[in-house]
């Protein structure tokens, strides 16, 4: 190869590196507001309409045994007076 392809090639490839730089940062970009949508929308839906329980303690033992997992529907408490 001759000193003017070398030079060509690399003048070429050049561009191709900080363009792969800025994508990277265009990727951790999305990635991050991808995570904060995330999180809104699972702080909006424990607070709005489901959330997690365990039984910690024997107080419900006829119904619920110790370690149960439940998950509560907060809009069977949502009647027409919390929509006023």
């Avoid at 990277?24 to 929308?41: C, F, G, K, R």
């Avoid at 839906?45 to 907060?74: C, R, W, Y």
Wanted: charge should be negative; include cysteine.
């Amino acid at each position: 190869m001759t000193e003017e392809t070398l030079t060509q090639e690399t003048a070429h490839s050049q561009p191709a590196r900080k363009a792969e730089g800025r994508g990277d940062e265009a990727t951790l970009s999305e990635y991050m507001e991808s995570l904060l949508v995330t999180v809104i929308l699972a702080l909006f839906g424990t607070t709005f309409i489901v959330q997690a329980f365990k039984i910690p303690s024997a107080s419900m033992e006829g119904t619920l045994l110790i370690g149960d997992h439940l998950l509560v529907n907060k809009f069977v408490f949502w009647g027409p007076r919390c929509l006023v």
